[in-house]
């Protein structure tokens, strides 16, 4: 009887080892990609940016409207003599204020664009986090459950043999203490799950058909030149529209500081002579001269120069430590993969030859099964540290999007 539940206790932890190991099938990431379709066309953010977007074109397009209607003047005056008058002024556009203010329209366009980009890639960047999270808390509280099941049965062995007088009380009190352990930390990987998934659940809606499966990670990331990576971030692309806009307020600030003229006719009656005159006028920009104006813009524009060098800098550090990582946490992934999940299968088999020779007692085979599958855990901490790697270095190199097969949103494109 104890040799039949002896064999049975040693299925049962190598069918742990053997499925506690996460495994991500090597599947098309269409379900991915429409899980991220659909997280673009419903979150509020999202929405929020379009919107925004569309306010920066309309006042664009309200920038390069004349910026001076003509007016009407009429006169009535009725004293000795009746007088009747009607004029019309029109002050004209004589410094381009116009076309300054559409240069920096556009410029607010291309700084809209690029901050839906970014926030379309800060989404999807979400996405991944969560879901990559999700699948690994669950793989580690499925081990954590498959734990307690396999310390139980341990458990009762003990209690079975204490009874036969083959191992003493504080065998027992181990085991106990093992499975008490055990529950313990499941309890805080299923509370870990139950995270994970709220914050996937708080981009997007579960599909009916669950969450997709994650795709393989490919071996090593791609390499080159940052810069030809980072000239199409999303946080670049606006910190350089931003000061493209900076330098076209310039040039409109330094329009203001240029009076327009404002040229009127007017004709009428007086009793029955005839009326006809021209007024020219200029406003003198004496005592405000919108010098200060200026220096604001030009402070504002050297902001946003250095600003830009400044995420410049950030980006291209951010680019190759994520590149680091990543080809380091894979390659760590790769060696498991390979050699250490077989070794880890040898030293169950290992453990169980011990423990039915009587070369180990019941501690020594509690303590190295312990040993065993909290290796098996660090395993799944692993996965996740190589999952948080690649998103991260997507995001540095603005792949997201690509990785995942989504096309390109046209309106995200720099404005033409």
Do not use: C
């Not at 379900?31 to 379709?37: I, P, R, T």
């Not at 104006?293 to 951010?318: C, H, K, P």
Request: aromatic share 6%.
């Amino acid at each position: 009887m104890t040799i039949k539940f002896t064999r049975q206790l040693w299925l049962s932890g190598y069918l742990l080892v053997a499925s506690a190991i996460p495994v991500y099938a090597a599947e098309s990431p269409a379900s991915l990609s429409a899980l991220a379709q659909r997280l673009l066309e419903s979150h509020p953010a999202y929405l929020a940016a379009q919107a925004e977007l569309d306010r920066a074109s309309a006042q664009a397009r309200a920038a390069g409207q004349p910026l001076y209607n003509p007016e009407i003047e009429v006169e009535y005056e009725d004293a000795t003599d009746i007088t009747r008058t009607l004029g019309l002024s029109q002050t004209f556009d004589w410094s381009g204020k116009r076309r300054a203010s559409r240069k920096v329209g556009d410029a607010s366009i291309r700084v809209a664009q690029a901050s839906l980009a970014q926030i379309r890639q800060q989404l999807l960047t979400e996405l991944l986090t969560g879901l990559s999270q999700l699948h690994t808390a669950t793989a580690s509280a499925d081990l954590a459950t498959r734990r307690i099941s396999l310390l139980t049965e341990f458990l009762q062995l003990a209690k079975r043999r204490y009874a036969a007088g083959d191992i003493a009380s504080s065998d027992v009190d181990l085991a106990q203490l093992a499975l008490s352990e055990a529950l313990m930390q499941a309890a805080v990987l299923n509370a870990d799950v139950s995270t994970a998934r709220a914050r996937v659940n708080a981009l997007v809606t579960s599909p009916p058909a669950g969450w997709p499966a994650l795709p393989d990670l490919p071996f090593a990331a791609a390499t080159g030149s940052p810069e030809q990576w980072l000239e199409q971030l999303p946080a670049m692309r606006q910190a350089a529209a931003e000061s493209a806009a900076a330098k076209a307020s310039i040039q409109l600030a330094q329009k203001r500081r240029r009076a327009d003229p404002t040229l009127a006719l007017r004709g009428g009656k007086e009793d029955d002579n005839t009326l006809i005159g021209v007024t020219a006028s200029i406003p003198l920009f004496v005592r405000n001269t919108f010098r200060s104006e200026v220096d604001a813009a030009n402070a504002e524009a050297i902001r946003s120069e250095q600003r830009y060098y400044d995420l410049l800098r950030r980006a291209r550090a951010e680019f190759q430590s994520t590149e680091q990582r990543y080809r380091l946490a894979r390659a760590a992934l790769k060696d498991w993969q390979q050699s250490g999940q077989k070794s880890l299968h040898g030293r169950v088999r290992l453990l169980k030859q011990l423990w039915q020779t009587g070369e180990i007692d019941t501690t020594d085979y509690l303590v190295q099964l312990q040993q065993t599958l909290d290796t098996e855990s660090a395993s799944v901490d692993l996965l996740r540290t190589t999952w948080q790697a690649w998103v991260a270095w997507l995001a540095a190199s603005g792949q997201t999007e690509s990785w995942l097969g989504l096309a390109p949103d046209l309106r995200s494109n720099e404005f033409k």
